[in-house]
């Protein structure tokens, strides 16, 4: 039973251009909210996160946007820049428990 | 601040072997978690310790095993070792607070022939 998903495998997007990756949830006591990025060879490195009393987190060129009524969360980044091409995984967790991630969505940033 | 190490970045083994994988956590983490990544899936989480005990386990079967040392570094075992154990396995580490973000090593790849 997949409780994060992330339905696109992957994302092709100009440089200089906005990229918005998206992710579903189906369970409602998640509080937790993250994006993680992944180059090859590399362990997964911790971007942003949203805790579900807000609805939306900057960071510079990152930001989350979470829609608790839709269960969804969505991680923009403006511009994108080639060096932003990675896997993005989003994860969530309940309570201070365990993280679920998705599988993940390559995005292709072409210069 | 070094961050989460893991040993060793290879390993080969055969089936039926036993693997052990090592995690140091980055200092002044708590909580260590294990996760399993096979070929074109995402992260599976497969166990996570905290002040040395263990407070969740993930799907897999009792012969994916681990513990958490008193200097909270973390080993995992995989007993009996099955082809489809081939995959990459992450350490992560956190302050063990609640919405405090995991830190991930790069991993150890794990190879069974």
């Known amino acids: 039973d997949q409780q994060v998903k992330q339905n696109s495998p992957s994302l092709s997007v100009q440089e200089g251009r906005i990229s918005i990756l998206n992710c579903d949830y189906t369970?409602?006591?998640?509080?937790?909210f993250l994006w993680y990025k992944k180059y090859p060879a590399e362990g997964p490195t911790f971007l942003i996160s949203i805790s579900s009393i807000k609805d939306k987190n900057e960071d510079g060129r990152f930001t989350v946007f979470l829609n608790k009524s839709a269960k969804h969360l969505s991680l923009h980044i403006v511009p994108s820049q080639p060096g932003d091409s990675a896997v993005y995984f989003c994860a969530a967790s309940e309570e201070g428990n365990k993280l679920v991630f998705g599988a993940g969505t390559i995005l292709r940033v072409k210069s | 601040e070094a961050g989460v190490t893991q040993s060793p970045t290879h390993l080969i083994k055969t089936r039926g072997q036993q693997a052990t994988l090592r995690c140091s956590p980055i200092?002044?983490?708590?909580?260590v978690y294990w996760y399993q990544q096979a070929l074109g899936l995402g992260l599976q989480f497969l166990l996570w310790y905290d002040e040395g005990e263990e407070r969740n386990r993930g799907n897999f079967p009792p012969r994916f095993s681990g513990r958490q040392f008193p200097n909270y570094s973390s080993e995992l075992n995989v007993n009996a070792l099955e082809l489809e154990d081939s995959a990459l396995y992450l350490c992560?580490?956190?302050?063990?607070?609640?919405?405090?973000?995991?830190?991930f090593g790069n991993g150890t790849r794990l190879t069974v022939t």
């Open positions: 369970n409602s006591m998640f509080d937790y």
């Open positions: 992560a580490s956190s302050l063990g607070r609640l919405r405090s973000p995991l830190h």
């Open positions: 200092s002044g983490h708590t909580s």
